[in-house]
Each structure stands twice: as structure tokens, then as C-alpha cells.
């Protein structure tokens, strides 16, 4: 399942269905047109904004979150508590604490078998804003970044 329509998740549904190995269950868009443009392609999906009864209603074996950055913390923690290997795209999460969330809905869901991957993380140097509980991304005047891929087994 596909949560997030635009560049990222179009990106990643051509590459995981480009072999035939891989299959689009379900499409979260809030957006129409990005629902409409996708279901060109995949038009078995089911389709829609309510990311949570998509979730259910489909039982995806990998949810791909790549919609909006505030949302991903609340759909990486669904998906993983029902099970399903998922797949971040960056950032992992706007708040220290719902990277946390994330970390510990996968411990307590994981397996062996399941895993959670955060595609592209960009990792800054930056300094931990205690008070606002999250990073400041621009420690000394400036935000250098790098890629990563990190992969919680």
C-alpha cells in the first residue's frame, strides 16, 4: 500500500511493481488528482484519503509512507501494529519523540520476519532542542545533510 501519491510513492510503486514481483494493494492520497494519476497505472487498488480503513480493508504485506512529513509517525505506528513491514520515506518522523514512537512500535511488533526502513533519511548536524523536543536544524547558521539507509531488524 502506497500512502502518499506524489514523486516518492510513485517512485517506489513503478520500482517495487517494475518486476511483477510486487503488487499495489491500496492507494492514501487526500488529494484526488494524485489518487486519479496513480489509479492509471494501478487501477486494482483500492483508493482514498482515510488512511486507516485503506489499512485495514487491504491487510498490506509493506505500507510505503511517503505523504506528508506530520503524518508519518501516526501511519508508521499503524502499520506496524498491524504487522506489515514499512517503508519510511524522509523524513522518519518532524518530532524526536514520534521517531521514538516509531523505534518502539517496531520492537514490540517485530519479528524476525518484519522489518521497517527508513528510505533516504536525511540526517543533519544539529542540536536537540530539549524544550521543544525536537531538532534545530540549523546548529551554527547552516544545515549540512547526508543519506542513509536505516534498517531496524
Not at 21 to 41: F, K, W
Not at 74 to 82: T, W
Not at 107 to 134: K, L, T, V, W
Request: negative net charge; charged residues 20%.
Amino acid at each position: 500500500m502506497i500512502s502518499g501519491c506524489g514523486g516518492a510513492g510513485r517512485s517506489v510503486a513503478k520500482v517495487a511493481t517494475a518486476d511483477g514481483r510486487g503488487e499495489i494493494v491500496g492507494l492514501v492520497d487526500p488529494q484526488q488528482s494524485q489518487l486519479d494519476r496513480m489509479l492509471t497505472y494501478y487501477p486494482e487498488a483500492a483508493a482514498g484519503a482515510d488512511y486507516a480503513h485503506l489499512l485495514q480493508a487491504t491487510q498490506p504485506d509493506v505500507v510505503v509512507v511517503a505523504g506528508p512529513d506530520h503524518l508519518h509517525a501516526d501511519q508508521s505506528v499503524m502499520a506496524l501494529e498491524q504487522g506489515c513491514h514499512v517503508l519510511i520515506e524522509k523524513p522518519l518522523a518532524t518530532k524526536v519523540a514520534d521517531a521514538r514512537r516509531i523505534l518502539d512500535a517496531q520492537a514490540r511488533n517485530g519479528s524476525e520476519s518484519s522489518d521497517c526502513r527508513i528510505s533516504s533519511c536525511m540526517i543533519h548536524f544539529c542540536q536537540y532542542d530539549e524544550e521543544r523536543g525536537s531538532l534545530n536544524r540549523h546548529a551554527n547558521g547552516r544545515s549540512i545533510a547526508t543519506n542513509i539507509l536505516l534498517v531496524l531488524t
